[in-house]
């Protein structure tokens, strides 16, 4: 049998865009004479919908869409996701459709509603499995968290015969996933003897990462057939002939430094915006955002401004027109010292004679925010803002001020790995100068400052930081596995006294296995102390 | 049979905190010689304790918590709610407790998993109904959903011979919503010929409002007895003997203005602030936010700044003077103006030419914002933002603007709504001056401006903008029911393409059926046209 992993980016709500892009890939499967064509979970609405799904109209407009696909599947079949509407019912359901007529509708059994889902909000579970005859093979159907779950109904559909499993995915990306994934889809392929066609979304949807990655494991737990990870495919295999020697996906820096490519680049674009405006500051998060950015937009789409105040090292200012000078970005200077001065004098009367604090050294980082804003509402571009996880989940940074902006792209990339993900991104090409990856960080906000005034350095700061965030470790777990106590406890005292801050953060492309987004759901009132 | 109803205020993740409470209650209730003193739904933990769930050491806690009641609770009877851990299951609980002991402990069944709440991701659903015999009677136990819901618990369990059914909540408000509690549960009593005990949470936590309200309902259908709304009361009733004449909740504007007061005093005083800070500026919005914070706080704690530029009107000045002087309140001003002009100078050069546009209308509230933040930064003050539910929803407020602050007083309240609760306030004292209440709305961020330059008036948008954002109505519905198409399209429109600016918005009290919070889970990315 010869299949066509349909690996596609559909736009969440746009049910047009996506039919149409779904039946232009039918035709050219057909045309290459595939004899099943697989498509990802929910991609004729884009995933997640989220309270779309609660609108009559969308699910409507979702069904005419599934009709217009059906009736461009004339002599080939067809499996794919959308929200079925029965008895009053929504389901994350799966058409499997053949010649024009849908054939079997499966309402997906495992409803996610840990971590970033929230299906249970949405979707009835459906019960039981479905097996189709297709061309004298018994397929199995199944949508994404039915192949993660032991007893999947992959389980009972083999038992009735089924040789070939279709498992539609809306799978989102962290570090590794494409990973595990294989290694389960390998352990359920050997143990089910049959096919597990894997198919998954690519594209960015808010702060959600769909890898791709598709792939197809034969019985004996081997990888047949992959697709390129970030990218669209429609990859042809024949089950019985095909064989893949030697596939590798990408590794970490890799891996991440495209994820956030890919995310920042439909966040862009998908929201109807041309051109995009980072504040550089001559450190190492502007320099990796503005690559990324440029990766993602071309250089002519990124606009550079460097606002130095009295504090700014003269090697900032180099380093930041370097940066920007090697990515051939324009590069645009607004010195803050004057509005800063401004600023005191207007509110030095209603200060009282307290000393100076953070109010003067957020001032600066408001002024900029302020200057990044009026070029924003003046010329249209989206603000990118650089702020990482070290910093955001430690409250060291400052709301108006660094914060601003529409989408944070190194909200999820802890400090340390910001560091890798440079030192990888100059290895094609050195963009980021070796002096924005030697200094120590700065906010340049008073004399002589340095991150490491307020936080312990970094390389203890992140380990803990993820034991206690993303592994959601206590406090004692982490100082036993080697962390001093003082050092922990005041990281998660930090951490959980800046909820405040987070919640009025930009979205940002989420990389790990538990971001400052869908999910976290921490109260900002809340006395626990761990 | 003499009960007493615990209608308590407990702090999110403060377990001994909570916990005091109970057990001073139960103190208390024992001295007055109650037989049973029932406590809300997970009032251990407060609510709802979201993602803290999912940590081992505050479950452990919680469970501690749990032993130190049950051990205070000699010669009474208590039925209260906890997050139980069974076979490896977390359950949303309630522990009916005799004389010093756990006689049974029922897990709730019902599960909401929509609008604010999210249980499913944590609990699992408890099997079936439970019913103690004590004192001669036999008890039901129930918790929230589980009396909602046609079929639940409470039939078999009075099928089983219970005729008192206890219902401990943590149910939030909104406006009218005492009164829709108060006919189901006379609805439930009739059908079912019981008592029912119905014990809510009172108090604010981050959007949500729990307004007490606590009521016990006879046989009969009548209400003989209930709680006062937005305050913690230990209410005792004898069921044979007491009956309630003329019982009368608040109405809406009270009703409304009270939710309000009390979700922000609770809000500043459970995160540990002092005082608040707000920008007034002549309008009726800053009025209204003042005089909340005023009745929540007492004057002392709350200090005013009226920051006037080139396009501020005496009138302005004098209005927003005038109400901060009858609330007693501290009022500052600062001019913005040669802030103004000092950006309009250092960004010309960066314009290019372009003619202005909102970029010079944000800037000044941007000044604002910063200016608000460094006082907050200075004294420790948190800011209070005043921007209201028909601004918010249209978009027609500024981000790190007049959007600034850590809680927005009148987020969930529409423009049409502030003028009544203005007016409502002005009965007992004038505080805010008739000609605040009848000078058009205006931004005045430039000249001559009144909001109705973009927004349609607020008789039309507010409640266009409740059916299409609270009611979930389609345009087609809207306009079904008699208003212009163009306008109602206009409005959907700015509704659906704000969406970015409210996620970055700070939480305010929710007091509609939907507020843009918890319960409006709208993508960013999103192509859907209604």
């Given at each position: 049998?010869?299949?066509?992993?349909?690996?596609?980016?559909?736009?969440?709500?746009?049910?047009?865009?996506?039919?149409?892009?779904?039946?232009?890939?039918?035709?050219?499967?057909?045309?290459?004479?595939?004899?099943?064509?697989?498509?990802?979970?929910?991609?004729?609405?884009?995933?997640?919908?989220?309270?779309?799904?609660?609108?009559?109209?969308?699910?409507?407009?979702?069904?005419?869409?599934?009709?217009?696909?059906?009736?461009?599947?004339?002599?080939?079949?067809?499996?794919?996701?959308?929200?079925?509407?029965?008895?009053?019912?929504?389901?994350?359901?799966?058409?499997?459709?053949?010649?024009?007529?849908?054939?079997?509708?499966?309402?997906?059994?495992?409803?996610?509603?840990?971590?970033?889902?929230?299906?249970?909000?949405?979707?009835?579970?459906?019960?039981?499995?479905?097996?189709?005859?297709?061309?004298?093979?018994?397929?199995?159907?199944?949508?994404?968290?039915?192949?993660?779950?032991?007893?999947?109904?992959?389980?009972?559909?083999?038992?009735?015969?089924?040789?070939?499993?279709?498992?539609?995915?809306?799978?989102?990306?962290?570090?590794?996933?494409?990973?595990?994934?294989?290694?389960?889809?390998?352990?359920?392929?050997?143990?089910?003897?049959?096919?597990?066609?894997?198919?998954?979304?690519?594209?960015?949807?808010?702060?959600?990462?769909?890898?791709?990655?598709?792939?197809?494991?034969?019985?004996?737990?081997?990888?047949?057939?992959?697709?390129?990870?970030?990218?669209?495919?429609?990859?042809?295999?024949?089950?019985?002939?095909?064989?893949?020697?030697?596939?590798?996906?990408?590794?970490?820096?890799?891996?991440?430094?495209?994820?956030?490519?890919?995310?920042?680049?439909?966040?862009?674009?998908?929201?109807?915006?041309?051109?995009?405006?980072?504040?550089?500051?001559g450190g190492i998060d502007s320099a990796l955002t503005l690559a990324v950015a440029v990766d993602a937009l071309g250089q002519e789409r990124v606009h550079a401004v460097f606002m130095p105040s009295q504090y700014s090292a003269e090697?900032?200012?180099?380093?930041?027109?370097?940066?920007?000078?090697?990515?051939?970005?324009?590069?645009?200077?607004?010195?803050?010292?004057?509005?800063?001065?401004?600023?005191?004098?207007?509110?030095?009367?209603?200060?009282?004679?307290?000393?100076?604090?953070?109010?003067?050294?957020?001032?600066?980082?408001?002024?900029?925010?302020?200057?990044?804003?009026?070029?924003?509402?003046?010329?249209?571009?989206?603000?990118?803002?650089?702020?990482?996880?070290?910093?955001?989940?430690?409250?060291?940074?400052?709301?108006?001020?660094?914060?601003?902006?529409?989408?944070?792209?190194?909200?999820?990339?802890?400090?340390?790995?910001?560091?890798?993900?440079?030192?990888?991104?100059?290895?094609?090409?050195?963009?980021?100068?070796?002096?924005?990856?030697?200094?120590?960080?700065?906010?340049?906000?008073?004399?002589?400052?340095?991150?490491?005034?307020?936080?312990?350095?970094?390389?203890?700061?992140?380990?803990?930081?993820?034991?206690?965030?993303?592994?959601?470790?206590?406090?004692?777990?982490?100082?036993?596995?080697?962390?001093?106590?003082?050092?922990?406890?005041?990281?998660?005292?930090?951490?959980?006294?800046?909820?405040?801050?987070?919640?009025?953060?930009?979205?940002?492309?989420?990389?790990?296995?538990?971001?400052?987004?869908?999910?976290?759901?921490?109260?900002?009132?809340?006395?626990?102390?761990?």
């Open positions: 049998m010869k299949i066509a992993l349909g690996q596609i980016n559909p736009i969440v709500g746009d049910l047009k865009y996506n039919s149409a892009k779904i039946i232009d890939l039918i035709e050219e499967a057909r045309h290459e004479k595939a004899d099943l064509v697989v498509f990802p979970e929910l991609c004729v609405t884009g995933y997640p919908p989220e309270d779309l799904v609660l609108k009559p109209k969308f699910i409507a407009e979702n069904l005419a869409a599934v009709e217009r696909i059906v009736k461009a599947s004339k002599n080939i079949a067809v499996y794919l996701g959308f929200v079925n509407l029965a008895k009053d019912h929504l389901y994350n359901a799966g058409a499997f459709i053949v010649d024009g007529k849908v054939k079997e509708v499966y309402h997906k059994m495992n409803l996610p509603n840990y971590a970033v889902f929230d299906e249970k909000r949405y979707f009835k579970e459906g019960e039981k499995g479905s097996v189709v005859n297709y061309k004298g093979t018994k397929i199995g159907l199944g949508i994404c968290e039915d192949v993660w779950v032991e007893h999947g109904p992959y389980q009972a559909e083999v038992k009735s015969g089924a040789r070939l499993i279709l498992n539609i995915n809306a799978s989102p990306y962290h570090i590794g996933k494409v990973k595990e994934r294989e290694a389960m889809l390998k352990a359920r392929a050997k143990q089910n003897k049959a096919y597990f066609v894997y198919v998954n979304l690519v594209g960015g949807q808010d702060e959600l990462i769909f890898d791709g990655g598709s792939m197809v494991i034969d019985p004996k737990g081997n990888l047949i057939a992959a697709c390129g990870q970030y990218r669209e495919e429609l990859l042809f295999v024949d089950l019985e002939k095909d064989q893949l020697a030697d596939w590798r996906w990408l590794d970490e820096p890799a891996e991440v430094y495209q994820a956030l490519v890919l995310c920042v680049k439909d966040y862009v674009v998908k929201n109807g915006f041309n051109d995009v405006l980072i504040g550089v500051s090697q900032s200012f180099r380093d930041a027109k370097q940066v920007a000078e090697n990515l051939g970005v324009e590069f645009a200077v607004i010195p803050i010292n004057d509005l800063f001065t401004r600023y005191l004098e207007t509110l030095t009367p209603h200060f009282k004679g307290k000393p100076a604090n953070t109010a003067e050294e957020n001032l600066q980082a408001r002024i900029r925010g302020s200057c990044l804003m009026a070029l924003s509402n003046k010329f249209g571009w989206l603000v990118l803002s650089t702020g990482n996880k070290s910093e955001l989940s430690t409250g060291y940074c400052t709301l108006y001020g660094d914060m601003v902006g529409g989408f944070g792209v190194l909200k999820d990339v802890p400090k340390t790995l910001v560091y890798r993900l440079a030192v990888w991104r100059n290895v094609k090409k050195s963009v980021i100068p070796e002096s924005i990856i030697k200094r120590p960080p700065t906010a340049e906000l008073k004399p002589d400052q340095t991150d490491q005034d307020v936080l312990p350095p970094y390389a203890l700061l992140d380990p803990i930081m993820r034991a206690y965030v993303e592994e959601n470790k206590s406090i004692r777990e982490i100082i036993e596995s080697g962390y001093e106590a003082k050092t922990v406890e005041k990281i998660a005292a930090m951490i959980d006294n800046s909820e405040y801050k987070r919640r009025q953060a930009p979205p940002g492309p989420r990389i790990s296995a538990r971001a400052f987004g869908k999910d976290w759901r921490l109260p900002i009132t809340n006395r626990f102390k761990e």
